[in-house]
């Protein structure tokens, strides 16, 4: 997984950092709980996942908002619900009926997959810029996401 953060780099700076550190989190559990490391150690590593997870997510809902993603309600609405399903995943792991991998899946879908299902239009601006980043490197500002009006309450 160690490669997830590198080919999924936004060019936000700090976003980049807290997904480069949230993987590492992550493989830290994949590592101790192949090692068979007592459980507890594991226990602790995903908690400390989940609370940097919903760190982050906070810090991408701001930058939404400070941008003026117009459908950034509909996309904070499909963090929370996302973020109770990892809360789920993880209290099914402390409870012995999920594994450590089960917990990962669900933070690799909530970290880098979740706009495929949940935001297509964040999905497709993701898209081209990934593919404009590889035609000319340098060139494409990420965060400059489509602005419009918000959508009204
Ligand atoms: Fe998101
Ligand atoms: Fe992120």
Redesign the pocket.
Known sequence: MTNHAQSLETGITA?DL??KRLVGLANLIINSDKKQRERMHTDNFIAMLLSAVKQ??GH?EELMIRIGYRKADDHITAHSVLLDDLLKSFNGYLGGTNTADDVLNNFCFV??LHWRTHDDELGRHIVTIREKRRKSPGLVHPARIETGPRKPH
Do not use: C, S
Request: net charge negative; proline share 0%.
């Open positions: 976003i807290e997904h982050h997510i991408e970290m880098f």
